[in-house]
């Protein structure tokens, strides 16, 4: 997943969102946990302050003493933890539980806390074996005593952070699992929500390889608006280019008439002037034709959806060239996949094979080899396949190749022909992308290669 895509975008968004809203409601938990567990504390420590209040009184004597315990026995076990300390406020005998042995409470951090609605005071301290405490301590006047008397009830408060912690670590592995699940839940919605973008891009790809020439099956309500006018935009385009041929056909059509009759009127004349309108004529028509060609490549190098088969291109092509050369003796060797493909017109790529062929047989002693390369190279991120065509001929030295693809140029001329053929092959090229090279073949001759857009099968 690519970190410019929508998916990404809509899967990074969700899940930072989703990963707040967990943290958060994780947190909320946890406090709300915390405060009960607290609370839950705080009243079992006044239960027992209670008690503890209920359980003293003032002797005949004026000295306070206890009457019965309390039910909580730790507090008869030394630095257990849970502790109670009876304290005047004066300087008189104090009273403590057996856990704390010969120590006493540290209550100085009380100083610091107000006391509540009913004299409570609830603060945190450190025990004897510096435990942490839990205190919950409140000051009375018992009857018969002249002084304020502080009633303090500890408790380890070690045992709730466990269970504090012990719950933490359940919410956070289950806001994690959630998490996972949302992520996956998440991957999968998205996947399957833009899935019908996929069909897009693979009807879109099947259109510009040749295998299809519009947006084919139902998308959803939300994409269907855009394969329409996709559907569209190909279909006028289309169109387009129908209307540019049948009006570069006319204007063909209207010109060759005037020519013909140029023609023929030049004939009936000899001399200096006859002459000059009849090759003037012929260069004209040469032009509209060449011209027309260009056209019609043009715009097939541009139509969505062509496709052509190579192989029965080649075959029908060689098999009539070796007719015509078979006084020289011409054999043409095909290595073609079967499933290779021309992005483009069957005419252009006949029109290539046609005259790299030619040059090839016009020239080979007795041996013409071609060979279809596939995937030979990628151009503006499309696949393009190698024709080579090799014969055992004299060859082409290097400094004359530039030369031999120049339009009307001919480097012999023993052999018959206009000189356009090279030229032709190498406009087509450069019209579909592609190109031509002349290059020394191992057969002793000339190999010529050129890179045409392939088309799946």
Not at 289 to 304: E, F, G, Q, Y
Not at 394 to 419: I, V
Not at 445 to 450: K, N, V
Request: proline share 5%; net charge negative; aromatic share 6%.
């Amino acid at each position: 997943m690519r970190s410019d895509s929508l998916a990404f975008r809509l899967v990074a968004g969700a899940a930072l969102w989703s990963a707040i809203a967990l943290v958060a409601g994780g947190l909320i938990l946890s406090a709300i946990f915390r405060n009960s567990v607290e609370r839950s504390f705080d009243s079992r420590l006044n239960v027992l302050l209670h008690s503890l209040i209920a359980t003293t009184e003032v002797n005949e004597q004026g000295e306070i003493v206890r009457q019965g315990g309390l039910s909580e026995t730790r507090f008869d076990l030394a630095y257990s933890g849970w502790y109670w300390q009876i304290w005047p406020v004066a300087p008189r005998p104090a009273l403590r539980s057996r856990s704390l042995f010969d120590q006493s409470l540290d209550l100085s951090p009380a100083e610091k806390v107000e006391r509540n609605q009913i004299g409570l005071k609830i603060f945190d301290t450190q025990g004897p074996e510096n435990q942490p405490l839990r205190v919950v301590e409140r000051r009375v006047t018992l009857p018969g005593y002249d002084v304020p008397v502080s009633f303090a009830v500890a408790g380890d408060r070690s045992e709730m952070n466990a269970e504090i912690q012990g719950f933490n670590t359940w919410v956070f592995i289950a806001m994690g699992a959630m998490g996972a699940g949302l992520l996956v839940a998440l991957l999968i919605q998205v996947r399957f929500g833009l899935r019908p973008l996929e069909r897009v891009r693979n009807s879109l790809a099947q259109i510009r390889s040749g295998r299809a020439t519009q947006l084919e099956g139902e998308f959803p309500a939300e994409i269907q608006p855009l394969a329409d006018e996709l559907n569209g935009l190909l279909e006028g385009n289309r169109e387009v280019l129908e209307r540019a041929r049948t009006h570069v056909g006319n204007l063909a059509h209207a010109l060759k008439t005037p020519l013909s009759v140029l023609t023929n009127e030049a004939r009936t004349h000899d001399g200096p002037f006859g002459e000059t309108v009849t090759r003037m004529t012929r260069q004209m028509r040469e032009q509209i034709d060449h011209h027309l060609a260009r056209a019609r490549m043009a715009a097939s190098a541009n139509v969505l959806g062509a496709h052509t088969p190579v192989e029965p291109v080649l075959e029908r092509i060689s098999l009539a060239l070796e007719r015509i050369y078979q006084e020289q003796g011409i054999a043409i060797e095909l290595d073609c996949p079967d499933d290779a493909g021309f992005r483009g017109e069957g005419q252009d790529l006949e029109e290539v094979v046609g005259n790299l062929l030619d040059n090839a047989c016009k020239w080979a002693k007795s041996r013409v080899r071609v060979t279809v390369i596939p995937d030979a190279a990628t151009r503006k991120a499309r696949p393009f396949f190698c024709l080579r065509v090799e014969d055992d001929g004299p060859g082409l030295p290097e400094e004359a190749r530039a030369a031999a693809l120049k339009r009307g140029t001919r480097l012999d001329e023993s052999k018959p022909g206009s000189g356009l053929g090279l030229s032709i092959v190498t406009e087509i090229a450069e019209l579909y992308g592609g190109e031509l090279k002349l290059e020394s073949s191992s057969l002793g001759g000339l190999r010529a290669e050129i890179y045409l857009p392939a088309a799946a099968s």
